[in-house]
C-alpha cells in the first residue's frame, strides 16, 4: 500500500517508538510445567473385581429412604445413600456373598453431607460368629465424597459382611475385593467411560480391542493398565497393523498415549492425553491409555491385526490385541470438510504461556502445532483482535494483531505486519477459512474498547464508546475504510466477516450499518441469542444451543443462500456439553446434533483460554461443575479426550452429509436406509422430541443412539 512521505516518517517514529511499549503483558504463569507438576489424584479404590456383585443385603436400625440394594448396585450416585436410623443406636448392613469367598480389602463411599464418620466392619463364616477387621470407634474425618474410604487387612475366608454405622453416617456404595492376585493387569475400557479417581467401573480380562473404519478416518480407543507395585518407566509401543494379504497400516499411524489427570471441581479426571513417551505409575493405582489409529485414504479394505505393548520396570509386560475392519468407503481430508469448526485459539494466551514475544518468529513457530491441530479437526476461521485486549478472556486478554496509531498530524496509521503474519501462518498450517475479526464491539465489556497508540504523547490510550455514537463511528470510519483496501490487495475481501460475540442486538445492529456504509464488501457475523434478527445481515450466524431461535425454514434459507449457520455452547447447557466433567460422548453428540438440526457445524469460545495453571485444574472463573468451559487442549500442544470425542462426532457429521447425498441420487433402492437414519437423526433434534436441550437423554441413551448410528453408517452397503 502506498504512503506519502509525510506518512513514511511517521512510521519510522512510530516503530522506532513502539519497541517496547507493544511489548507482551508479562507471562501470568509463575512455573514452568513438567511432568513432576501436573495433578495426580491419589486413588484409594483398587482396581478388581466387586466381589459384593449379586450379594443379598439385609439391614437393622437403617432408614428405609432407599432400596437398601443401592449400597452395592455399582452406582455411585451421592445424592442416593443409606442412613442409620435414629441416634441411640447403631445401625448395620449385613451382605451375604452366599458362598465363602477370600479377600482383604473393602472400600466404601459416604454421602455428600457426611462430614465425620464413625463405623465398624466385620466379617463370618457362618452368620453368627464375627472377627472385626476395621474398627474406627472414634469420630473420623470424611474424605470426599468421591475418594471415599478404603482399607485393606489381612486375607480371611468368609461369606458375611457386616457395615455398622455408629454415628449419622452416611453410605452410597461398598464394595469388596482380593487384591492378592497378579502383579500387573490391564483391560479395554469404554471410550464413554472416565476412569475417575475412586470411581472405576474395570472389568478385567478383556484384551481384544476391535474397531470398524472408513478409509482416512481415525478411530480411538482406551484402555486401562493396574499394578500391585510401582511401575517404573513405563513405557508403550504399537506394531505394524496387517491384514490376511500383507496390507499394512504402519506403526506409524498407530499411536498409544498415557492419559494424565486433571482437577475438575475438585475430582480427579484423566482428560489430558499425554505427549510424553514414558511415566512411573505408582502401585495399585489405574492408568487409563489412549490409542489413535489414522487409517491412510490408501488401506485396502480388510481386518488389520496388530498389538499395543504396556512395558515396565523388572521386565514386566501386558499386550493387547488390535483389530481394525477396514471397508470400502473414504473419509475426505479435514481441509475438504463441509463441517464448520469454530474455535477460537487464544494467540495470545500461548505466547504468555511460552513467555515469547505476540507475533514473534519464536510464537510463530511455536503457534504451528496448535493451529495444526486445530485444522486437523476441520477448523474454519482464523480468529483475531482488532483492538488491544479487545476480547476479554480474563487470564490472556487478546492481544491486536493490527496496531493502529494516530499520528502527529492528526491521520491515521494501521500497521498490518502481524496481522498478514498470522493469517498467512494459519493458512500454511491448513485454516482457510473466513477471517473473523473480532472486538469493534468486544466481548466481556459494555462498551467497545477502543485503542490506539498516540504518536504525540508515545502513550497508549484507550476509550470505552458505544456504537451509533459520533465518537464511536469517528473512530472506526478511518479504519473500516482503510482495512476494506488491505484486504483487497490481499485477496482477502470475501474471506473477512466483523464479528460480534453476544451483544445487545441494537448495538450490534448499528455497527452494522457503519460497516455496511463505510466498508462495502466487508461481511458480518454474530453468535448469540439472535437467531432471525440478524439472518438477513449476516454470513455467519452462531445461535445458542441451548434455546435456538431459528425456524427450520430460516435454516433453509439461509443454507439455500451459502451462509453459514451454527450452534454453540459455553457456560450452559449444564449438558450436554465439552466440561472437563461432562460424560465423554456428549463430545460426541455435538457433531450428530448438527447433522440433525440442520447446522453447518459447531463454535466453541474455548480452545486455550487457559487459566494459571491448566496441568493443575480446569476450573476457570470459580470451582464450579462447569470446570473446562475454557479450554479443549493443554500447552504443548496435548490434546484431549474431550478434544478427540468431539472431533469424532465431526467425523461422523461428515459420513452422515456422505451417505444421505449417495442415498438420495440413488433413489428408491435405498430409500429405506435414508429413512432409518433420519428417523434416528431426529433423537439428536431436542426441539422435535420435545425435550429441552438439558434433558436430551441421559448418557447410556446419548451412547446407544450414536453407536446405533455408528452402525448404520458402517453397515450402508450390507
Not at 470438510?337 to 495470545?348: A, C, H, Q, R, T
Not at 460426541?588 to 483460554?609: K, S
Amino acid at each position: 500500500m502506498n504512503y506519502s512521505m509525510r506518512h513514511i516518517i511517521s512510521l519510522l517514529a512510530v516503530v522506532i517508538a513502539s519497541s517496547s511499549t507493544f511489548a507482551t503483558d508479562n507471562s501470568i504463569f509463575d512455573r514452568p510445567q513438567s511432568l513432576d507438576d501436573d495433578f495426580e489424584p491419589r486413588l484409594l479404590k483398587y482396581p478388581r473385581e466387586n466381589l459384593f456383585t449379586g450379594a443379598d443385603i439385609s439391614a437393622s436400625g437403617i432408614l428405609d429412604n432407599h432400596p437398601l440394594e443401592i449400597a452395592i448396585d455399582g452406582d455411585y450416585d451421592f445424592h442416593n445413600y443409606l442412613k442409620r436410623e435414629g441416634k441411640k443406636r447403631p445401625g448395620y448392613l449385613t451382605i451375604d456373598m452366599k458362598q465363602q469367598k477370600q479377600f482383604n480389602a473393602i472400600a466404601f463411599w459416604h454421602g455428600h453431607n457426611a462430614n465425620w464418620f464413625r463405623y465398624k466392619i466385620e466379617c463370618s463364616q457362618d452368620g453368627t460368629n464375627w472377627v472385626s477387621v476395621v474398627e474406627r470407634p472414634r469420630l473420623l474425618r470424611a474424605p470426599s465424597a468421591h475418594e471415599g474410604f478404603y482399607h485393606q487387612f489381612e486375607p480371611i475366608q468368609a461369606r458375611y459382611v457386616k457395615f455398622t454405622i455408629l454415628n449419622n453416617g452416611y453410605l452410597t456404595e461398598i464394595e469388596c475385593y482380593n487384591t492378592a492376585d497378579t502383579p500387573l493387569n490391564g483391560c479395554v475400557s469404554s471410550l464413554n467411560v472416565s476412569h475417575r479417581s475412586n470411581i472405576i467401573p474395570v472389568k478385567t480380562g478383556n484384551k481384544q480391542w476391535s474397531a470398524i473404519a472408513w478409509k482416512g478416518e481415525r478411530v480411538a480407543g482406551q484402555f486401562a493398565i493396574w499394578s500391585d507395585i510401582k511401575s517404573e518407566y513405563a513405557r508403550l509401543s504399537t506394531t505394524d497393523l496387517v491384514n490376511q494379504d500383507g496390507n499394512v497400516i504402519p506403526m506409524q499411524n498407530v499411536k498409544a498415549c498415557f492419559m494424565r489427570y486433571v482437577s475438575a471441581n475438585g475430582i480427579a479426571i484423566p482428560d489430558i492425553i499425554e505427549t510424553d513417551t514414558h511415566i512411573d505409575i505408582p502401585s495399585k493405582t489405574i492408568r487409563p491409555i489412549w490409542l489413535r489409529i489414522d487409517v491412510p485414504r490408501s488401506a485396502n479394505p480388510g481386518v488389520y491385526k496388530g498389538e499395543l505393548t504396556f512395558r515396565a520396570n523388572r521386565g514386566r509386560e501386558f499386550i493387547f490385541d488390535l483389530n481394525v475392519k477396514v471397508i470400502n468407503r473414504t473419509l475426505p481430508p479435514p481441509s475438504q470438510w463441509k463441517f464448520w469448526l469454530d474455535l477460537y485459539i487464544n494467540y495470545s494466551a500461548i505466547a504468555n504461556l511460552h513467555k515469547v514475544e505476540p507475533c514473534s518468529d519464536e510464537h510463530l513457530r511455536i503457534l504451528k502445532p496448535y493451529l495444526t491441530m486445530a485444522a486437523e479437526a476441520g477448523q474454519k476461521p482464523i480468529m483475531i483482535s482488532l483492538s488491544h485486549k479487545g476480547y476479554n478472556c480474563q487470564y490472556h486478554p487478546m492481544s491486536w494483531l493490527i496496531k493502529r496509531t494516530l499520528l502527529a498530524d492528526g491521520s491515521w496509521y494501521f500497521d498490518y505486519t502481524d496481522f498478514d503474519r498470522y493469517v498467512e501462518l494459519a493458512e500454511e498450517c491448513g485454516i482457510k477459512g473466513q477471517i473473523s475479526c473480532h472486538s469493534m464491539y468486544s466481548f466481556g465489556y459494555s462498551k467497545a474498547r477502543c485503542t490506539y497508540k498516540d504518536q504525540a504523547s508515545g502513550d497508549m490510550i484507550q476509550k470505552l464508546l458505544l456504537p451509533g455514537t459520533p465518537e464511536y463511528e469517528e473512530f472506526w470510519i478511518p479504519f473500516l475504510e482503510n482495512f476494506v483496501l488491505h484486504l483487497k490487495e490481499k485477496q482477502w475481501l470475501d474471506r473477512a466477516v466483523m464479528w460480534f460475540d453476544e451483544r445487545p442486538l441494537q448495538l450490534i445492529q448499528k455497527a452494522i450499518e457503519l460497516i455496511h456504509k463505510y466498508a462495502p464488501g466487508l461481511n458480518c457475523g454474530s453468535v448469540g441469542h439472535y437467531g432471525k434478527e440478524l439472518s438477513e445481515n449476516t454470513r455467519d450466524l452462531c445461535i445458542k444451543g441451548w434455546n435456538d431461535r431459528i425456524s427450520d425454514s430460516g435454516l433453509n434459507w439461509r443454507s439455500e443462500r451459502g451462509l453459514t449457520t451454527t450452534f454453540y455452547t459455553c457456560w450452559n447447557p449444564a449438558r450436554p456439553n465439552t466440561f472437563t466433567a461432562s460424560p465423554p460422548v456428549e463430545n460426541v453428540w455435538m457433531g450428530w446434533h448438527a447433522a440433525a438440526r440442520g447446522f453447518d457445524g459447531y463454535l466453541r469460545w474455548g480452545f486455550c483460554n487457559w487459566n494459571r495453571d491448566p496441568f493443575e485444574t480446569t476450573d476457570y472463573f470459580s470451582t464450579t461443575e462447569r470446570s473446562g468451559d475454557a479450554w479443549l487442549i493443554y500447552p504443548g500442544p496435548r490434546s484431549s479426550m474431550r478434544f478427540e470425542r468431539l472431533r469424532e462426532g465431526i467425523q461422523d457429521f461428515e459420513k452422515i452429509r456422505i451417505l444421505r447425498n449417495e442415498l438420495k441420487k440413488n433413489g428408491k433402492n435405498n430409500q429405506k436406509r435414508l429413512d432409518a437414519l433420519n428417523k434416528l437423526l431426529q433423537n439428536f433434534q431436542p426441539s422435535k422430541t420435545g425435550k429441552p436441550l438439558d434433558n436430551v437423554g441421559t448418557p447410556e441413551e446419548i451412547a446407544r443412539d450414536i453407536q446405533k448410528g455408528k452402525e448404520i453408517l458402517n453397515f450402508i452397503d450390507e
